[in-house]
């Protein structure tokens, strides 16, 4: 376990099983505040860690992105969907999303990457996770969480 300076702060028998967010089984507390799990880097063999206010983020990055229909994308790619909301959990409460980018094009017609940002600074959502793009309660698309 690593803060954010890079650090070291502590240890986990397996890094492979810690989750963006998690705070339990990660025995670490800084001037008696807890710290959250912030990244994991499986191959280094590291965990940062850090506090509630740095697990916060405005945008997150999806991939394997896929529309309900060709009007769907250009909606929320064109901004035409107020208010849009993302879901990141099924139990999750929808948030308001700003505006969704494509940061990487596959070609001209089609992203692969796309930056969701949030009106209000979220929880990080850890990676491989859903975040699926909502008009009230019709599904828009969604892809999988790679972080920001």
């Known amino acids: 376990l690593v803060d954010t300076d890079g650090s070291e702060v502590g240890e986990v028998d397996a890094v492979q099983l810690v ?19 912030l990244s994991v ?5 590291t965990v940062q860690v ?9 945008v997150e990055d999806v991939v394997d992105v896929v ?3 060709d009007e769907a994308e250009r909606s929320v790619l064109g901004g ?20 969704v980018v494509p940061i990487e094009a596959v070609d001209t017609a089609r992203a692969q990457r796309l930056r969701v940002r949030f009106v209000d600074r979220q929880r990080r959502v850890a990676p491989g996770q859903s975040l699926v793009l909502y008009d009230g309660d019709v599904v828009l698309g969604g892809g999988t969480v790679v972080g920001a």
């Open 19 to 37: 989750t963006v967010g998690q705070r339990r089984g990660l025995g670490v507390a800084i001037d008696g505040s807890p710290r959250y799990a």
């Open 80 to 99: 035409l969907v107020a208010p849009l909301t993302a879901q990141c959990s099924a139990h999750g409460a929808p948030v308001l999303v700003e505006a």
């Open 67 to 69: 529309w309900a229909d």
């Open 50 to 58: 850090g506090t509630a206010e740095q697990l916060l983020t405005d």
């Open 41 to 45: 880097d499986a191959t280094a063999g």
